[in-house]
Nanobody, 122 residues
Framework: QVQLMESGGGSVQAGGSLRLSCVFS????????MGWFRQAPGKEREKVAY????????YYADSVKGRFTISQDSGKNTVYLQMNQLKPEDTAMYYC???????????????WGPGTQVTVSS
């Protein structure tokens, strides 16, 4: 069993920054892949970034590339999403998710946190 809890969301003006945190617990092999997803009202869920924890490989959606950075602190069982140069279109509920393998595939992320809201005003 894996438990995830996000924090760090809030309201910022365009151009600002936020850092989201995801604290996780459970069997490490179930958290090989750690992803950040977001969903805005009326829109489909979007995979924002993922981290292959063992090798440190990362992926970013084109919409956030160059502005967001995913990282980890293994000692704290925490994954971060540093978000810079935020835009109003980044407004969404952000979720942390985990899976065992095939990080690139959106399907299979079976463990999810409750989410943290990010609101960016223009």
């Amino acid at each position: 069993q894996v438990q995830l809890m996000e924090s760090g969301g809030g309201s910022v003006q365009a151009g600002g920054s936020l850092r989201l945190s995801c604290v996780f617990s459970g069997y490490s092999y179930n958290t090989t892949c750690m992803g950040w997803f977001r969903q805005a009202p009326g829109k489909e869920r979007e995979k924002v970034a993922y981290l292959y924890r063992e090798h440190g490989n990362t992926y970013y959606a084109d919409s956030v590339k160059g502005r967001f950075t995913i990282s980890q602190d293994s000692g704290k069982n925490t994954v971060y999403l540093q978000m810079n140069q935020l835009k109003p279109e980044d407004t969404a509920m952000y979720y942390c998710a985990a899976k065992r393998n095939y990080c690139a595939l959106t399907a299979g992320y079976g463990y999810w946190g409750p989410g943290t809201q990010v609101t960016v005003s223009s």
